[in-house]
């Protein structure tokens, strides 16, 4: 494109196309808009001129990545960037996403912690990683937890069908499951993405837990921790896990989500 800025020392060294950069931030405002946009829109959300607006968007329409209403002369995304983010979902794995964040969050917080799925049986644990600052021993990899007497098995009550949670609930014991929380807690559960029990099963321990969305709004998964909250330093590594379920959500699509914050 002939208004280009030449390149410069730093890009050459870092091998970026500053041509790249642009049109992405143009597809960035596009797929992030609520409607069709008019080009002196676009342009305003991209802090760049009109005339480079028009070329670079013209540029996208002929390569399919943008597409432009003949009508009103709204532009929007194209086939082709629809076709490209298709594949991406169909890339994500959820679990391993939210494991990473998991590892990384039991490392820096005295908090364990892990991701778990739903099986006939329950709530089960299919990544645990243990704090170096505080860790519960009893639980483990493969480990089935109690629906009502845990922020996970709460977090999968509020957003599973009724009979997918009855189904369970006859595999696990009265005493195991817990006493079922009323309708108004899991409201409360599913308007926050969050839950949280202290001391609900071993005193002074705090159970955290937030969903996991694929790009449709179903439920995925559950992130958990346990903590001790007076081994926590400050209000951000309280809600340490709130963040992480919210960066998770970004990345399989099931935002828009912010939890009770």
């Given at each position: ?45 991209t ?18 990545l ?13 086939p082709?960037a629809?076709?490209?983010g ?45 704090s ?27 957003f ?6 009855d ?32 001391s609900?099963l ?18 995925v ?8 909250l ?17 960066r ?10 912010q939890?009770?914050?």
């Amino acid at each position: 494109m002939d208004d280009e800025a030449p390149e410069t020392p730093n890009e050459k060294r870092s091998g970026t196309i500053q041509s790249v950069a642009i049109a992405a931030r143009f597809l960035n405002v596009l797929a992030s808009a609520e409607r069709e946009l008019a080009l002196g829109e676009v342009a305003r959300r991209t802090s760049t001129g009109g005339s480079t607006t028009h070329r670079y968007l013209q540029s996208l329409v002929k390569e399919g990545l943008a597409k432009q209403d003949p009508a009103t002369g709204l532009y929007d995304l194209g086939p082709a960037a629809l076709s490209i983010g298709i594949g991406a979902l169909k890339r994500v794995d959820a679990v391993e996403i939210a494991a990473a964040q998991m590892k990384a969050l039991a490392y820096q917080h005295a908090a364990s912690g892990g991701v778990a799925i739903w099986t006939d049986r329950g709530p089960t644990l299919v990544r645990w990683y243990r704090s170096a600052y505080f860790s519960i021993s009893p639980l483990a990899l493969g480990d089935i937890l109690p629906l009502d007497n845990t922020a996970c098995g709460l977090v999968f009550q509020a957003f599973l069908p009724k009979t997918t949670i009855d189904a369970a609930r006859k595999q696990q014991p009265a005493h195991f499951r817990g006493t079922p929380p009323t309708k108004a807690v899991l409201e409360d559960v599913r308007s926050a993405c969050w839950s949280e029990l202290t001391s609900h099963l071993l005193s002074n321990v705090t159970g955290q837990a937030a969903p996991v969305f694929d790009a449709q709004g179903e439920l995925v998964c559950v992130m958990t921790t346990v903590a001790d909250l007076g081994q926590l330093k400050s209000p951000e590594d309280r809600r340490a896990l709130f963040h992480a379920a919210n960066r998770v959500n970004q990345s399989t699509g099931g935002l828009p989500w912010q939890g009770g914050e």
